[in-house]
């Protein structure tokens, strides 16, 4: 009886089990396919221009230093940092995408470390960088936390993260971002997120005149950072 008991209590399990694990594999690769078929046409979805804000902010990355840039997608941002001379590593978890940034940094002459990878499960270094540049990288509550703690962790003490994301109210505009307000994030949310790691310097929420491509365009409401990594 109790022998009974004890296997139906363990075939519960391995059921459970077997759920998560599907609902995790499909949620990746619905992920990746997803935005491989967003990148799927031959010009760039956000443009071959770097992020504005990225642009702006760029004297507050040290010279010639290590810079991680998280969901770099077509390699805009990544290969633009490493035109300017810093050492980059990128992490994408779309083969389209990584496929595309590696094209693009052969066409403009830079070599830089394009990986592809999920930011749910990829191996980060701990206070390895000198910077983090994260730019319209939007994940599902479920993760989204986790993976900016790993992504401040991987931020060496002092060093700086430049971050811009759609905020909640751009939720109904047709200028850009997911159309899933848990992936929207306010200044108050990304304090929560990176407290205890990072020390804003710079917050901003408002409407900003997007012209990235054909998938950043028109008037859209943001979130911007810059934050310093704790000692
Ligand atoms: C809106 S695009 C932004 C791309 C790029 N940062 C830019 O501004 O041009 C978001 C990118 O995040 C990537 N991404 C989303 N979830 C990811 C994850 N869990 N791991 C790695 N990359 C992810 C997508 O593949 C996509 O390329």
């Known amino acids: 009886m109790l022998a009974h008991a004890k296997l139906c209590a363990f075939k519960s399990l391995t059921l459970q089990l077997r759920h998560y694990v599907a609902a995790d594999v499909w949620r990746t690769e619905l992920d990746s396919s997803s935005w491989n078929q967003k990148y799927a046409a031959e010009e760039l979805l956000y443009g071959e221009t770097p992020n504005e804000f990225l642009a702006d902010m760029i004297t507050v990355l040290p010279s010639d230093s290590k810079i991680f840039v998280p969901g770099d997608g077509e390699g805009r941002n990544g290969v633009w940092l490493a035109q ?23 066409r403009k002459g830079v070599s830089l470390d394009q990986q ?11 206070a390895e960088f000198d910077g983090a ?7 599902p509550a479920s993760i ?31 200028s850009g971002g997911p159309k899933n307000i848990e992936m929207l994030y306010t200044s108050e ?5 990176f ?8 917050e901003f929420e408002g409407e900003v005149q997007l012209q ?3 998938g950043h365009s028109g008037v859209g409401v943001v979130t911007r950072l810059v934050a310093r990594r704790m000692a």
């Open 116 to 126: 592809l990878g999920d930011l749910t499960n990829w191996s980060y270094p701990q």
């Open 133 to 139: 540049v994260l730019i319209y990288l939007h994940l």
């Open 144 to 174: 989204r936390a986790q993976v900016h703690q790993n992504i401040a962790k991987a931020i060496k003490p002092g060093g700086v993260l430049i971050l811009e994301c759609f905020h909640p109210d751009q939720l109904s505009r047709t």
């Open 212 to 214: 990235e491509g054909t």
């Open 195 to 202: 407290a205890g790691l990072l020390v804003p310097h710079f």
């Open 189 to 193: 949310l990304l304090r929560s997120d």
């Open 84 to 106: 300017k001379g810093f050492q980059v590593t990128t992490v994408d978890s779309s083969e389209t995408g990584v496929a595309k940034a590696k094209a693009l940094a052969s």
